[in-house]
């Protein structure tokens, strides 16, 4: 059964107490806040991911394997990510951001960067970030974890068995 | 921002990269490689023919071939390890009667072996 969020009642004197309205007020919304609507990647691929891209781009354009969708009951949503970099020259920069229903929650130049120190991944570094979305309507939302270099190539390591390197990313999103 | 979608090739990234940013000019974006496919990202209202000519690009891709970063690249680790190579075995300060000069063995020798830490 699929708890859904019913907005607190105010209740006055001397009104009848319903096993309905006790269900959907405590019950389901006890239940509803334990276990709100969540979705999670972990990433286990055949092939770590690579990009060139000078401007923010799907880390995963062919199925969509980073696009997360949950349904809201208006609440604002929080955004997770950890994974680990490398770079083909020193100094190449990490730029990560989200797309929210077709809109980047950043901006400009992402939400957050990361430059790698050196070349290649004996500088393999380890980036992340919480966000917040807040303004969403109660419905269905897609999020999207997007990024950007500064050209040459980036790699985000995704748990393909490359040798030292098999980090298993985590993409989340949760109402809170 | 347009897309084009291949079955993810063999090949050298950083190549490619190199000769669609040298063929289509501003109307690159970059590439991307997914566990599934090679996506070539074009930006919107890039001249007509930028698809045909990145197709071209991709036909005519040698993986084995080096971008130019990448020779340079091989290059300095040529020289480098050349160098490490022709400077042979750590001058012993027992060699040098002067103690001064000893003592600048000594440090020298102190040094290299905190860079090769580092190096690991």
């Known amino acids: 059964m699929t708890v859904t969020w019913t907005t ?7 009104e009848a107490l319903l096993a309905s309205d006790l269900n959907a007020q405590v019950r ?27 401007g923010m781009v799907e880390v995963d354009g062919s199925n969509s394997e980073l696009s997360l969708t ?20 020193q100094y190449g920069r990490c730029q990560l951001d989200v797309e929210v229903d077709g809109v980047l929650l950043g901006g400009d130049n992402g939400l957050i960067q990361g430059r790698l120190p050196a070349a290649g991944s004996a500088s393999a570094f380890a980036v992340s970030f919480t966000a917040v979305k807040t303004g969403l309507a109660a419905g269905s939302h897609t999020f999207k ?13 995704a748990g393909a068995g490359t040798s030292g390197f098999d980090h298993h990313p985590q993409f989340w999103v949760r109402e809170i | 921002m347009r897309q ?17 940013r040298a063929e289509l000019g501003a109307a690159y974006a970059g590439c991307s490689l997914t566990p599934a496919l090679l996506i070539v990202h074009l930006h919107a209202g890039g ?74």
């Open chain 2, 4 to 20: 084009l979608r291949f079955e993810r090739p063999p090949l050298n990234l950083s190549a490619l990269d190199e000769q669609l």
């Open chain 1, 28 to 54: 389901d919304n006890l239940a509803y806040l334990k276990e709100p609507p969540f979705s999670l990647r972990q990433m286990n691929e055949a092939a770590d991911y690579v990009t060139s891209a000078t």
């Open chain 1, 70 to 89: 949950i349904t809201t009951s208006g609440g604002a949503v929080l955004v997770a990510f950890f994974g680990t970099f490398s770079h083909t020259t």
């Open chain 2, 47 to 120: 001249e007509d023919d930028a698809e045909k000519r990145a197709r071209r690009v991709l036909r005519e891709h040698d993986p084995d071939r080096l971008s130019a970063a990448q020779t340079r690249q091989q290059q300095q680790a040529q020289a480098l390890a050349a160098a490490r190579a022709e400077a042979g075995r750590a001058p012993d300060p027992a060699d040098y009667a002067d103690e001064r000069l000893a003592a600048l063995v000594r440090r020298v020798n102190w040094l290299a072996a905190e860079v090769e830490a580092l190096r690991g």
């Open chain 1, 8 to 14: 607190p009642r105010t209740w006055v004197t001397g």
């Open chain 1, 145 to 157: 974890l997007m990024w950007a270099t500064s050209g040459a190539s980036l790699t985000l390591y």
